[in-house]
Each structure stands twice: as C-alpha cells, then as structure tokens.
C-alpha cells in the first residue's frame, strides 16, 4: 500500500513568487491535512481538507491557500512568498471524520526555500 | 492557543537508560492520543497510540501513560538506543490532530 506522497521533496523560489505543493493521500483516506514546520516551532497547523472541503484552518494569512479534488489529491498555494516561509511543509492523510481512534500518516514533506 | 503542550524541548539519556517524554493537554475532550517520531527531513512516522478510556498502552520498548486527571502523557522508551535519538511530538485527535511542539531526544552511546 502506496504511503503519503509529496512533490516536490525540494523547492527554492524568491520573495514575490508563488508556489504550489501537492500531496496524494494513502489510498481510501479521505482527510488531507498540512502543515508547516519551522525550527523550534513544532508543527504549525495549516489547514485540513476532507471531501473537497475546507474543515478546519490555523492561523495562517490568506496567502496560504489550498484545495482537494474528488481524488482526496491536494494542493497547497503559498502566494507573494516572503523569506519567513521557507520551511518544511508536510502533509498527513487520515481516514478523516467518523472513523475514530485513527492515525495520521505524514508524506516526506516538501522543503521550501524563499531567498 | 497551543492546545498540546511538550515544555522539554530536548532531552540527553544515556543509552540502555529510559528515556521519559511528557505531554500536557488542556482539552479535556481529546480522546486519543498519539506519539510520532520524526528524523531530519523526512516525515514524522506514527510511533504509538492510546485511548482515553486506558492509562496504559505498551508496545515493545515503548509505553505511553495517561494521566487524564491531570491532562497529561508520557513516552517511556526502555532501553534507550542511539537510533532512538529523533524529535518526538505528541498528539491529540479532537476535529483535528492537535500537535505538541516536540522533544529533541537524544541517546548518548
């Protein structure tokens, strides 16, 4: 069974651009969720996604935005990119609501570098 | 408002000793909790998993407590090894995984 992929796995971009992660969750998962982390700050909540729908979003700016399709696949945008963004964003898939005592599974994750 | 909390950020142990890792929540509706361990650049990998309605799970050489009077956890890893040196987080499942911000451990051989 195919785990959690993310690409790309390295990105470098500069400040003012955007950029676009993806994510395909493990198969039958329907719960997509992100996060970014950054030295010392642990895993910073982003958004989560379940049946193509935002359910639940941290306290990011409006320029982290994402979406699922009906494939559960995901992506996230990152907007007017500032150097504070460079980080590891990773991606975790679970089986989503209902199905209690679940895990989470993360992706490798994708390091962004804004210079 | 960091719902999950690790105040140790790092912890050193010699190896074959136990390592102890804590985790305080403050929602006392949380109902699962789960710990992962996480290597430089890769994603953090499920390590362990427990119930709110046990105090007690045990996998191996790892055991996770549950204190839920107090609203807190902790990770025994009995016997230590090198390999066990990684960043642990703890988690909560409520409407979403609600993430500690980790403990750097670290075995000394």
């Known amino acids: 069974k195919a785990g959690v992929t993310q690409t790309p796995r390295y990105l470098i971009k500069t400040r003012g651009q955007q950029v676009t992660l993806s994510c395909s969750p493990i198969?039958?998962?329907?719960?997509v969720s992100w996060y970014q982390q950054t030295p010392g700050q642990g895993l910073q909540f982003l958004f989560e996604?379940?049946?193509?729908?935002?359910?639940n979003k941290g306290n990011f700016p409006g320029r982290f935005s994402g979406r699922q399709f009906s494939n559960s696949r995901s992506e996230m945008n990152v907007s007017t990119l500032e150097l504070g963004d460079s980080a590891l964003y990773l991606c975790?898939?679970?089986?989503?609501?209902?199905?209690?005592?679940?895990?989470?599974?993360f992706g490798q994750g994708t390091r962004l570098t804004v210079v | 408002d960091q719902q999950v909390k690790q105040n140790s950020p790092s912890l050193s142990v010699q190896e074959g000793r136990i390592s102890i890792l804590n985790c305080d929540y403050t929602n006392s509706m949380f109902d699962y909790f789960l710990w992962y361990k996480k290597y430089p650049a890769e994603g953090p990998t499920f390590l362990i998993s427990i119930s709110s309605i046990k105090d007690k799970n045990e996998d191996g050489r790892f055991t996770v407590f549950l204190n839920k009077s107090a609203k807190h956890l902790s990770l025994h890893i009995v016997p230590s090894q090198p390999g066990d040196s990684a960043v642990y987080f703890c988690a909560a499942s409520g409407n979403q995984f609600y993430f500690g911000t980790g403990t750097s451990l670290t075995v000394i051989p």
């Open positions: 198969s039958g998962h329907r719960s």
């Open positions: 975790a898939s679970s089986l989503g609501r209902g199905a209690a005592n679940t895990e989470a599974f």
């Open positions: 996604y379940f049946s193509e729908t935002q359910r």
